[in-house]
């Protein structure tokens, strides 16, 4: 600490408060016990990070375009007698063969696992019938996605169609709000109660009924949540790139359609950076 201290006075800034985004709890704790007046920069570099330049927009959407190849991948490979974990190495393969920095996590969930809604994956067989949803979250230089589709298995069900067509409706009613001047209130507005879809509170839903800021971040500005955008909305603006995601149980107690796109926020409305097909609940492998 103390050459920290004459590195600060030889650099004529001691006694000046020092602006920390990231830092290990022993390092701050060293900070402070060497009396630097430590400030919160973390807010300071969100703010930096909300509006994404035309080269960050570019490594976002390769991201994507990553994420892209590996859904046709899974659509292939999805059938009885595959794994969940298995699907998961077969993504984690394709993508650091594309050039993904780091594939830091990949959620697999699959029949009776789909509600309620698990953030992992298992060692599960899918079967014939199956639901299944998968989030890739990987990043290229830098460049984050978080990436969410849903699959049925050979066949689907009505309730598991109707799960899906309702996800896919909020969804949709959120992408069209999309563009500068709206605010985020208006977009976690068109969501459905957390007692709606089975939840006791807001709380207990928050990250289902979703949208949150893409970047050199997972979950950066802006957040959008019937938890705290209803009260505490903000503005969206040209070159906001941010996730989008609903989940809706199914009727039939196991199954869950799960969707996210992630979109850019253009002078004209919103373009998608996602373009595996979502339109309608994919059937892998048709019988």
Not at 91 to 119: F, Q, T, W
Not at 165 to 179: F, P
């Amino acid at each position: 600490m103390e050459e920290i201290q004459s590195e600060l006075a030889a650099a004529g800034v001691a006694g000046m408060p020092l602006g920390v985004d990231i830092a290990e709890t022993p390092m701050l704790l060293e900070l402070l016990s060497a009396g630097i007046d430590v400030r919160d920069a973390q807010q300071v570099m969100l703010d930096a990070r909300l509006i994404k330049s035309p080269d960050e927009i570019a490594l976002l959407s390769t991201a994507a375009a990553m994420v892209d190849g590996v859904y046709q991948d899974i659509a292939e490979a999805l059938k009885p007698g595959v794994r969940e974990n298995e699907i998961v190495a077969l993504a984690n393969k394709r993508l650091y063969e594309m050039g993904s920095d780091d594939v830091e996590a990949i959620n697999a969930v699959s029949g009776e696992r789909c509600n309620p809604h698990p953030h992992n994956f298992s060692d599960r067989l899918i079967r014939p019938g199956d639901q299944a949803y998968f989030d890739i979250i990987q990043s290229f230089n830098g460049y984050r996605t978080c990436y969410y589709r849903t699959f049925a298995v050979g066949r689907s069900t009505p309730a598991q169609r109707d799960a899906y067509a309702r996800a896919r409706e909020w969804i949709d009613s959120a992408i069209e709000l999309v563009r500068p001047g709206t605010s985020t209130d208006q977009i976690a507005g068109l969501w459905p109660e957390a007692k709606d879809f089975g939840f006791q509170s807001e709380m207990a839903a928050f990250g289902l009924q979703f949208g949150h800021g893409l970047g050199l971040g997972l979950h950066e500005r802006p957040i959008i949540s019937r938890l705290n955008s209803l009260e505490h909305p903000i503005e969206l603006h040209e070159g906001m790139v941010f996730a989008l995601e609903t989940y809706c149980p199914a009727t039939d107690g196991q199954s869950a359609a799960r969707i996210e796109e992630e979109v850019v926020v253009t002078s004209s409305g919103c373009s998608l950076l996602t373009l595996f097909p979502a339109e309608e609940l994919f059937v892998t492998n048709k019988y």
